[in-house]
């Protein structure tokens, strides 16, 4: 790689001065809600509980241990009592790319030791595809997945991380989805390729298409048309016999056309394999293929950990592109829906006809019986027979349903849109449904891209959309193992961001770690609260589906809409998503569900709505009401009872039809008290309740750029209230009755504590403060570079702020910059008030910059981005998010007072100085298994310090 520059080296001295300045119960159940098929139980099959995990699983937890090893208190008391020091198990996790694998054992401990210093918990192993060929030279050295030094590596570093109390987690494959050089055509992924083939007049037979390994001929079918156009609804099956290649057909005056349906594979490859993990993506709907995973990768993997399982093994997400299909399909799909596919396969994959939706409905839903039954509960039994537990992103195609989490251990989710349908909240449902009570995220994918772009603030703004959604633990997309010698900034992951000791803001990351923690502790306290819970309209979404493209959460958008979640948002309320098993097995109780655009339902879940309604529960349906079967077999006959059943429910006290998602909102209001509510700016406001015995927690976040100044209510009622605050632990009291006033700087939380039980001491304020200002700093600072070599680190005067970046001694810099300042003040100016070190309030981004992929922070920082603060030699704390102030009164002295602030910037500034490296001899080598995104984008950022800086006297009245 190209080192043609001395900032690599000097970069590489200033991270090393960076760290110094561094402070350091499963349950089986049905998976349709219609009928049960013959053979199988119409109940929850019992399954023993998991039996006890190794010692590691509950490494570093405290009394109120749930079984699962995870901290969890019922009461305020217990809560607060580890609020400044959350447990371990609370510490956000990173995904660890080992690129290649290249790595060796010395480089792995430090890296670990690094997490552990930066404040997270522990790790996920990911083994992904090479950055750079062999190079003995450079220790560089490419080890096969899975061989005996791999799995040598494996074993090192799970002993090491037991050693330093760092929870180890193993993806069960290289790259997602789970498949690779084991796995036969036979075992491929699935799906039916449709081959039209032209009938000319007169003509008595056509050759066949050609039939490949791994495909078979299921069924021919014939009828008129051609080969670009044909009606589907009017072939008929037909049984030609075959000869020489050829299929024989009885001759017709018109021409025709014959159509082969023949079981085919995707093709699909594992996506960014390592070295030796290339090949098929596996059938997951085929219990045989999963088995010889199982066998071929998994039991390997295990058996490096030797008597210390992993805390648990992870799929990604079900990204198993036009699978549809599998080799007993026709026979599973008789079984369980009663009735034969093959003459139905031209309306299945024509979508042609009005029995094309409810046919569908069926084919989607016997692949989601398949997968759970053959692919989420084997791997989660497996798990469980090891001593450890199935994590997984149960999501995406084949089409998994948000019942199918109940399956596995410990469900997970990814994307942070709050305020729309995510995969993150049919995680966080299911764990509020079927008492998973740690929900973990995939967090930070494609975090303002391109990689080394992205701040803490950008951080925190997704991780509180998470948090909103019910997520309480993180997995950081993520961490790149960088071999040692490489140039600085090291290896990035071809989609994400950078969250390792190799970005100059690494100094704040115990900062931001400790919040992350803290929030994710509290998410996890007492009972989920949420009052709605949206009935999601899975057969409708079966129904809509089509051929090679099979998946409910990609049909859920298009009835639960971004309009319709901002109803139920707005109107002061947040939500679960429920299913129709969820209804018939959680147990869990709404005060409201709401239907969105639900045509197809079955009758015993229509049973179950009334039934929730007689109970006293409110319903709101959007657009429909329920009128139609939601599969074939005898849908008149159901139909008729589906609009009897629903009649009877829409005739009931509490029951509501509005017309559009638009409406929903009054509905709401109508139906249920809001549990918060906001009297303004509701749009960017969002939070979430945990219900304890004997009191309330809120996570308040403000997720908007600009500062929200309004009154909230809230629904709870206690003796008490107090402002617990996430980022140190803090606790000071809170008035809440009749309203409470509630000023937010851009993308500010906060958590709020009502309780029965405890009172925090103080008196809240009643007013706004009085803020006289000590001292303007904006000008004459002193700054220097250390560890960038040369004149940079020698002091500079200052007379105004401004960014390195317009400076070409410092224009490709990346590190720290520290400011000095000595101001001097008199007892007189110390007393009364708090005092403040304010850095200003930033710059609210107009329009959305050109991130083609994931999110970022819409506000330009003061400080850019982020910095650690002295005064007097002691550390008053980091400046990382608004609002930009610190509290530093206990610090200060009469007389000259030293300011001394580390402000770090991007590695993007670095790299933009370098050539992009040509990855040209690796892709002829190994194949082009990865892009690098968006590097057009990288350009020096501004850095340092940018705003007016001010010593503040705050008082409150």
Same mark, same amino acid.
């Given at each position: 790689?190209?080192?043609?520059?001395?900032?690599?080296?000097?970069?590489?001295?200033?991270?090393? =001065?960076?760290?110094?300045?561094?402070?350091?119960?499963?349950?089986?159940?049905?998976?349709?809600?219609?009928?049960?098929?013959?053979?199988?139980? #119409?109940?929850?099959?019992?399954?023993?509980?998991?039996?006890? !995990?190794?010692?590691?699983?509950?490494?570093?937890? #405290?009394?109120?241990?749930?079984?699962?090893?995870?901290?969890?208190?019922?009461?305020?008391?217990?809560?607060?009592?580890?609020?400044?020091? &959350?447990?371990?198990?609370?510490?956000?996790?990173?995904?660890?790319?080992?690129?290649?694998?290249?790595?060796?054992?010395?480089?792995?401990?430090?890296?670990?030791?690094?997490?552990?210093?930066?404040?997270?918990?522990?790790?996920?192993?990911?083994?992904?595809?090479?950055?750079?060929?062999?190079?003995?030279?450079?220790?560089?050295?490419?080890?096969?997945?899975?061989?005996?030094?791999?799995?040598?590596?494996?074993?090192?570093?799970?002993?090491?991380?037991?050693?330093?109390?760092?929870?180890?987690?193993?993806?069960? *494959?290289?790259?997602?989805?789970?498949?690779? +050089?084991?796995?036969?055509?036979?075992?491929?992924?699935?799906?039916?390729?449709?081959?039209?083939?032209?009938?000319?007049?007169?003509?008595?037979?056509?050759?066949?298409?050609?039939?490949?390994?791994?495909?078979?001929?299921?069924?021919?079918?014939?009828?008129?048309?051609?080969?670009?156009?044909?009606?589907?609804?009017?072939?008929?099956?037909?049984?030609?016999?075959?000869?020489?290649?050829?299929?024989?057909?009885?001759?017709?005056?018109?021409?025709?056309?014959?159509?082969?349906?023949?079981?085919?594979?995707?093709?699909?490859?594992?996506?960014?394999?390592?070295?030796?993990?290339?090949?098929?993506?596996?059938?997951?709907?085929?219990?045989?293929?999963?088995?010889?995973?199982?066998?071929?990768?998994?039991?390997?993997?295990?058996?490096?950990?030797?008597?210390?399982? +992993?805390?648990?093994?992870?799929?990604?997400?079900?990204?198993?592109?036009?699978?549809?299909?599998?080799?007993? =399909?026709?026979?599973?799909?008789?079984?369980?829906?009663?009735?034969?596919?093959?003459?139905?396969?031209?309306?299945?994959?024509?979508?042609?006809?009005?029995?094309?939706?409810?046919l569908r409905r069926d084919w989607a839903l016997t692949q989601t019986e398949l997968v759970n039954e053959r692919y989420l509960t084997p791997v989660d039994d497996w798990a469980r027979k090891h001593h450890t537990?199935?994590?997984?992103?149960?999501?995406?195609?084949?089409?998994?349903?948000?019942?199918?989490?109940?399956?596995?251990?410990?469900?997970?989710?990814?994307?942070?849109?709050?305020?729309?349908?995510?995969?993150? $909240?049919?995680?966080?449902?299911?764990?509020?449904?079927?008492?998973?009570?740690?929900?973990?995220?995939?967090? @930070?994918?494609?975090?303002?891209?391109?990689?080394?772009?992205?701040?803490?603030?950008?951080?925190?703004?997704?991780?509180?959309?998470? !948090?909103?959604?019910?997520?309480?633990?993180?997995?950081?997309?993520?961490?790149?193992?960088?071999?040692?010698?490489?140039?600085?900034?090291?290896?990035? =992951?071809?989609?994400?961001?950078?969250?390792?000791?190799?970005?100059?803001? @690494?100094?704040?990351?115990?900062?931001?770690?400790?919040?992350?923690?803290?929030?994710?502790?509290?998410?996890?306290?007492?009972?989920?609260?949420?009052?709605?819970?949206?009935?999601?309209?899975?057969?409708?979404?079966?129904?809509?589906?089509?051929?090679?493209?099979?998946? !409910?959460?990609?049909?859920?958008?298009?009835?639960?809409?971004?309009?319709?979640?901002?109803?139920?948002?707005?109107?002061?309320?947040?939500?679960?998503?429920?299913?129709?098993?969820?209804?018939?097995?959680?147990?869990?109780?709404?005060?409201?569900?709401?239907?969105?655009?639900?045509?197809?339902?079955?009758?015993?879940?229509?049973?179950?709505?009334?039934?929730?309604?007689?109970?006293?529960?409110?319903?709101?349906?959007?657009?429909?009401? &329920?009128?139609?079967?939601?599969?074939?077999?005898?849908? *008149?006959?159901?139909?008729?009872?589906?609009?009897?059943?629903?009649?009877?429910? =829409?005739?009931? +006290?509490?029951?509501?039809?509005?017309?559009?998602?638009?409406?929903?909102?009054?509905?709401?209001?109508?139906?249920?008290?809001?549990?918060?509510?906001?009297?303004?700016?509701?749009?960017?406001?969002?939070?979430?309740?945990?219900?304890?015995?004997?009191?309330?927690?809120?996570?308040?976040?403000?997720?908007?750029?600009?500062?929200?100044?309004?009154?909230?209510?809230?629904?709870?009622?206690?003796?008490?209230?107090?402002? @617990?605050?996430?980022?140190?632990?803090?606790?000071?009291?809170?008035?809440?009755?009749?309203?409470?006033?509630?000023?937010? #700087?851009?993308?500010?939380?906060?958590?709020?504590?009502?309780?029965?039980?405890?009172?925090?001491?103080?008196?809240?304020?009643?007013?706004?403060?009085?803020?006289?200002?000590?001292?303007?700093?904006?000008?004459?600072?002193?700054?220097?570079?250390?560890?960038?070599?040369?004149?940079?680190?020698?002091?500079?005067?200052?007379?105004?702020?401004?960014?390195?970046?317009?400076?070409?001694?410092? $224009?490709?810099?990346?590190?720290?910059?520290?400011?000095?300042?000595?101001?001097?003040?008199?007892?007189?100016?110390?007393?009364?008030?708090?005092?403040?070190?304010?850095?200003?309030?930033?710059?609210?981004?107009?329009?959305?910059?050109?991130?083609?992929?994931?999110?970022? #922070?819409?506000?330009?920082?003061?400080?850019?981005?982020? *910095?650690?603060?002295?005064?007097?030699?002691?550390?008053?704390?980091?400046?990382?998010?608004?609002?930009?102030?610190?509290?530093?009164?206990?610090?200060?002295?009469?007389?000259?007072?030293?300011?001394?602030?580390?402000?770090?910037?991007?590695?993007?500034?670095?790299?933009?100085?370098?050539?992009?490296?040509?990855?040209?001899?690796?892709?002829?080598?190994?194949?082009?298994?990865?892009?690098?995104?968006?590097?057009?984008?990288?350009?020096?950022?501004?850095?340092?310090?940018?705003?007016?800086?001010?010593?503040?006297s705050v008082t409150n009245p």
């Open positions: 790689m190209n080192q043609h520059t001395p900032r690599g080296r000097a970069a590489c001295r200033l991270l090393i =001065f960076t760290t110094c300045l561094t402070a350091a119960a499963h349950g089986r159940a049905m998976p349709a809600a219609d009928a049960a098929p013959p053979g199988t139980a #119409a109940s929850i099959e019992g399954v023993a509980p998991g039996r006890a !995990l190794a010692a590691a699983a509950v490494a570093g937890a #405290a009394d109120g241990n749930a079984a699962d090893g995870v901290t969890h208190f019922s009461t305020v008391a217990e809560v607060q009592r580890h609020l400044a020091a &959350p447990p371990d198990d609370a510490r956000p996790m990173v995904r660890w790319w080992w690129f290649g694998p290249a790595v060796v054992k010395p480089q792995l401990e430090r890296e670990m030791l690094a997490m552990k210093q930066g404040g997270f918990g522990g790790f996920e192993i990911q083994p992904v595809y090479p950055m750079e060929l062999d190079d003995p030279s450079r220790g560089i050295r490419n080890l096969p997945y899975l061989s005996p030094e791999f799995l040598d590596a494996v074993s090192f570093v799970n002993q090491k991380a037991h050693e330093h109390k760092l929870r180890v987690d193993m993806t069960l *494959a290289s790259g997602w989805p789970y498949g690779g +050089p084991h796995v036969p055509v036979t075992e491929a992924a699935s799906r039916m390729r449709v081959a039209p083939v032209d009938l000319p007049a007169g003509a008595d037979s056509v050759a066949l298409p050609s039939i490949g390994s791994g495909e078979r001929l299921v069924a021919i079918f014939v009828g008129s048309g051609d080969a670009r156009k044909f009606d589907a609804t009017a072939l008929k099956l037909a049984a030609p016999a075959q000869a020489n290649g050829r299929a024989q057909f009885a001759p017709a005056d018109g021409a025709r056309v014959a159509v082969f349906y023949i079981a085919s594979r995707t093709a699909q490859q594992v996506k960014r394999a390592a070295l030796g993990a290339e090949g098929f993506v596996l059938d997951h709907l085929s219990r045989s293929a999963i088995d010889h995973h199982l066998d071929q990768v998994a039991e390997p993997l295990l058996r490096a950990f030797g008597d210390q399982p +992993p805390y648990a093994v992870f799929s990604d997400s079900l990204e198993v592109y036009g699978t549809d299909w599998t080799d007993d =399909f026709l026979a599973e799909f008789q079984r369980r829906r009663g009735y034969d596919l093959k003459p139905h396969l031209p309306v299945v994959y024509g979508g042609q006809g009005q029995d094309a939706g409810a537990r199935f994590r997984s992103q149960t999501y995406g195609e084949p089409a998994v349903s948000l019942s199918s989490n109940r399956l596995v251990a410990l469900p997970e989710g990814e994307g942070p849109q709050f305020r729309q349908f995510s995969f993150t $909240r049919l995680a966080t449902s299911a764990g509020h449904l079927y008492g998973r009570n740690v929900i973990s995220a995939e967090t @930070w994918t494609w975090l303002n891209s391109p990689a080394f772009s992205a701040t803490p603030l950008d951080m925190k703004v997704e991780a509180d959309r998470m !948090l909103l959604q019910g997520v309480n633990l993180f997995i950081g997309h993520g961490w790149p193992y960088t071999p040692p010698g490489v140039q600085e900034p090291g290896y990035a =992951f071809y989609a994400a961001a950078v969250f390792n000791n190799h970005q100059p803001w @690494w100094n704040v990351m115990p900062d931001v770690t400790s919040y992350l923690a803290r929030t994710s502790y509290l998410l996890r306290q007492g009972e989920p609260a949420n009052d709605v819970a949206l009935l999601l309209p899975n057969d409708d979404a079966y129904a809509e589906t089509r051929p090679a493209k099979v998946s !409910l959460s990609a049909e859920m958008p298009h009835f639960v809409t971004p309009v319709l979640m901002e109803q139920i948002l707005d109107a002061g309320h947040n939500v679960d998503f429920l299913d129709a098993e969820a209804l018939r097995d959680s147990g869990k109780h709404y005060p409201l569900i709401v239907l969105p655009h639900t045509t197809r339902m079955a009758p015993d879940t229509l049973e179950r709505l009334i039934r929730h309604v007689s109970a006293g529960g409110k319903l709101i349906a959007v657009g429909s009401k &329920p009128s139609l079967a939601p599969g074939y077999a005898d849908a *008149a006959a159901v139909t008729a009872k589906v609009r009897k059943l629903s009649e009877q429910l =829409f005739s009931m +006290p509490g029951v509501q039809l509005v017309a559009d998602d638009v409406a929903l909102g009054a509905a709401i209001g109508k139906a249920v008290a809001p549990d918060f509510r906001a009297a303004s700016q509701a749009a960017g406001l969002g939070f979430i309740r945990r219900k304890l015995a004997d009191g309330d927690i809120y996570f308040i976040a403000n997720t908007s750029n600009r500062e929200i100044r309004t009154t909230a209510t809230v629904a709870a009622r206690r003796a008490n209230a107090a402002w @617990w605050n996430p980022h140190d632990g803090s606790v000071t009291p809170a008035q809440v009755v009749p309203s409470m006033g509630l000023v937010l #700087a851009p993308y500010e939380s906060r958590v709020l504590v009502l309780s029965d039980s405890v009172k925090a001491t103080g008196t809240s304020p009643t007013a706004a403060p009085t803020i006289v200002t000590l001292a303007d700093l904006s000008n004459d600072w002193q700054l220097s570079f250390p560890g960038a070599g040369g004149a940079l680190e020698q002091p500079r005067g200052l007379a105004k702020l401004g960014s390195w970046a317009d400076d070409a001694a410092t $224009r490709y810099y990346s590190g720290i910059g520290v400011y000095r300042k000595d101001v001097a003040l008199d007892a007189a100016q110390l007393k009364g008030g708090r005092i403040k070190l304010d850095f200003g309030i930033g710059t609210p981004l107009e329009s959305t910059p050109t991130v083609p992929s994931g999110m970022r #922070a819409m506000l330009d920082s003061p400080i850019r981005e982020a *910095a650690v603060v002295y005064v007097n030699g002691q550390r008053a704390g980091a400046i990382w998010h608004p609002p930009y102030q610190l509290d530093v009164g206990a610090l200060l002295k009469p007389g000259a007072n030293r300011i001394e602030v580390q402000v770090a910037n991007l590695s993007i500034n670095l790299m933009a100085g370098q050539e992009r490296p040509d990855y040209r001899l690796l892709s002829a080598r190994y194949g082009q298994r990865f892009v690098p995104q968006d590097t057009h984008l990288i350009t020096p950022r501004p850095s340092g310090m940018l705003g007016t800086v001010r010593l503040l």
